[in-house]
């Protein structure tokens, strides 16, 4: 069986495995305080050209969420999502079980827009009954989307523009932050897209880590005391070390782009190989997830050979799937699928 | 100024405020172990016809809410509502202040219905992604609704009746409850409402108490340790015997039932009011509110005599208000109210 | 039976009642906005010569402990209480239940010392491993204690030094205010109490009120959206009003006051009953709440007359037992209770 | 710098690397479903003897002890736990943080008493005002416990006992269980720890893992839905098969066991070092944590060469700290330990 169905099927890449081989025997202090965490949050933070910010390391998408969600909101605060958003469909009530609501704004493409987050935010200022009403307390939108989709640089200014002018930090979960700034469609950098947020993370755990989630702070008002919302919600790694390793081989030469950029040029092969036979796709994605709309019968033809993840149904008797490439995507592989599409 | 907003614009009803001065040098038990709670108990258990209910009294109906909907389900579950739905919308978050996310699924007119029920709770169970979602654990309805709307009995059984194939427990929130068994359109006796679900409430801070809810656990598994919960959520009322009295009062003579019916046909006369006049209505509601589309600059004219609830904008410079009747709506204030609408 | 064994064994001062019946047709607004509210509100602020504090009402006492420290503490925090405190034994786990851990230090007579509070507070600071600890947040006292013991003015203003040098609110729990500002032993004015704390509360419910407590917010960064918490919380009383015409009555002559002076005149009579015939005491309260010590054989005598509340055994077949007077008790009901214990 | 202050100062048992190598190119589904998490759970029943329970596997012991206690306590309830229990004082609240109280009891030696619980219950199940206290609903003991200490086969069955005759569930924290299994005192095998809870997890961080814990769920009703439980609580791994790898390498030919007898072995000898120079201990521990006393001003001598972890001062200038062993120590640095403290 042949994967295609998320960007986590394999280990890691072998540099990370070849250093923390080499790096086995040596004695650190625990919990994140050792020297590799200490330069791995030193080259992220020149990689984000914000040497003011702290640098955390958790170990999973989930955690990191609900651990910033969390610290950010006031008990009678809420976090401004997309409805598609992971917080609000796939974290199996992470936010809710710390005491928040996802305050979910309807979208087509996954993306929230700068209009409809202060039209959420003035109406709830306005409304006279808001003291029964949860207060909307933060933003979170996903870069890129759950759905493939990439906000432009104007859309995240201006997204960050009616936060910044309410009040309301604005919390990027970058999950797949890697294969966004690598994507074709994309206008910004890693320093653009922390020059335009409170606080973000940068997800290692699907792109080329064995595990692993840099947060990035910005905002000096959400840096106190944080590792203490860490540790609470089990997310301080005993060897806290393990996290530093990791992103210091990501980050000290480039591997952390280097491999998003082979997975993006995978994705547009996935894409062609599509596209080129007549397929259409759910969404206009630019980035490592591709979401090709494929009869049903046809379906039933490829699963016997690769694995794809089922999204949804188009009527008709077709669906959208989700194929998904990565750092390790081979060649051999997106042949296989080339040739197997062909013969649909 | 006269007003209409809501149905607790007064204290209690006479009969109520009489007792609770003829009773007041008893020395009573607290927290509700004393004799008129358990009088008052019997008298709920008999008007439900359900002998082997639990009866609790409790101060609000958020409190209460918030208390049933945390004590009934597991950390991983969330409860699904109407979109309208008081828990949704009006509670300032405290079902997720909890830990648990409300599953709004969208409605019309303030119902859920069995379809959109069970297609929620199927559609959970064979998601193959179901553990990174929430669960639904309960489903929770009003009677009658936000929107002044009813169910009918069938509507009623056939909700019930997939909740208990599916397991989950039914809970209906009766803030005006007393409201809806005395409108025209009602087929339900209480005994039917106590008969088609796990656990409900009576409301009686809307419909002639100074404050309380009489909560009533018809299901065996809902009963055990439930005072635990009462007093963690802040409910176990010190001197308890305060509600036991009213619900005495309400209760021992039908005045409940009596008082409600005097809210209905001054809530007919309302409607009568406007509809003569050739306003329309946004729903069609036979309970204690009632929502006329008035132009807005009729209600700038309106307002400066009577206070209404702001509902929403229908368009064209129209808006939907509600204007609710109560126990202790009087004939001079309605015909007030006609007079001012007849010269619009 | 004749009662002693708490201090809300009747409804309410006969005033409170006459005044909720004349008003009881008013029509007001919802939710504590009315005018009786906003009056009542000033007449404490003026007994509290404090001026610019915000007053909001609550129901419960558990209710309202639950809503403050769930406001004031951020999610990695705690609250600093003495080990007999009412949150820290008497509230089923209100404040765990909103995520809190109460830091509970031990204490002899219910009551917390400055040097105690100091203590926790530097040694966390200190903890190489506090990151790993729960970080106090706040420091909760109760005035009087659950042993009826009261704090000196210089004893609550040197705890007061201690935590406004170490940045964490005090917050005084008052569900028995009046008796302790009456008490012989107390050196201090309500204004006094609010001069030496962030946030306090004067109880209603225990102090001639049906129910109902008054919370005054005195440091301005713990005022911001207190609604919104008091709502979630279901503290909201839809009929606010309820509350607001109680403490005007209380307030607005000194009622308060005077009934409080009553209860203690009363328990200073309890007091003489047992030591007159030479009973030892658990403590030495001189608020409301007497504990005399009695052989368990003399116990059972006396409970075929009076209830007490049970507190502890102290061995060699003697118990400590807790005696309540109140604002509504009688001489009759003392009388007979003297004439039992001397024919012990 | 020589590290003695912990068991998790290395990375992981160079097998553990290995196979992590070799299987990095493999593609396999995601969140622990993967062959290898079956294996790994197949070989860890085996080991306990134990073909019917449920087996997870979680990444650290803060996470598995919330997600457990979480998952078992319904919201009135509390955990019994020594007061030196890692939950009580070192996980920032987490426990609390899911609306739990600690009900912690005083342990001279980390490990409670079936007699201590069994009164916490009983007091509980009698006190005529339990509905206003946390109900004790689960019991948490760790084996080893804390300070080193080794409960025995009859303490753990008499603790066992009590817990099923009172309806409450027995819980083990094994993060050193390997060590604990090894020691000179322990009459157990690991079969004897899962017969006699109902549920514990072996702890794979300190013990040659990376990191992960391996959770067993031995009794039928704590099973069900526990997958939600752990991706809410942030702990379902993406790379599930990280753990269920590193757990195949420990259980497969009982490494897990054999690097645990290394470590006591260690231990032993950092215990004969200090007790031959005539040092004496805090607590008789036969495990791999050792607590000798040392006087301050040896303390800064040997802390030039070697980290240890400041416990606590025993007065006199005299301070307990402790020395750890674990799968990793060596020859070499016990030699340097033997030498440096020969010195003194």
Redesign the interface.
Known sequence: ???F??D?????H?EI?KR??E?????????GCDDHCKNAAELIKKACNSPDSDVHFL?????TN??VI??IL?????VISADTGHIN??????I???????LSLPCTDGKLTAKAVEECLTSHAND??R?????PGMVYISYPTECGTLYSKQELTDIYSVCKSNGVPLYIDGARMGYGLASDGCDMTLADISANCDIFYIGG??AGA??GEALVINNDDLKK?F???I?????????GR?LGIQFEVLFENGLYFEISKHAISCARRIHDIFADCGYEFLSDSKTNQQFPIIPDSELETLSKEF?YD?WCSVGNGRSAVRFCSSW?TTEENLNALEKAVKSL
Not at 8 to 12: C, N, P, R, S, V
Not at 96 to 102: A, D, F, I, Q, R
């Open positions: 069986m042949i994967r169905e998320c986590y099927l394999e280990g890691a072998p495995l923390l081989t790096t086995n025997f040596e004695q650190t202090i625990g919990y170990v999973g998408g989930t955690q609900t651990t969390c610290a006031r008990p009678h605060q809420g469909v796939h974290e199996s009530g992470a809710e079980s710390t005491g928040h609501k996802v006279l009954n003291e029964h009403m949860v207060q755990t699907k064995l595990f005391d590792r203490y919302f540790k609470q919600k089990g997310g301080l790694l005993a060897k393990l694995t089922y390790a």
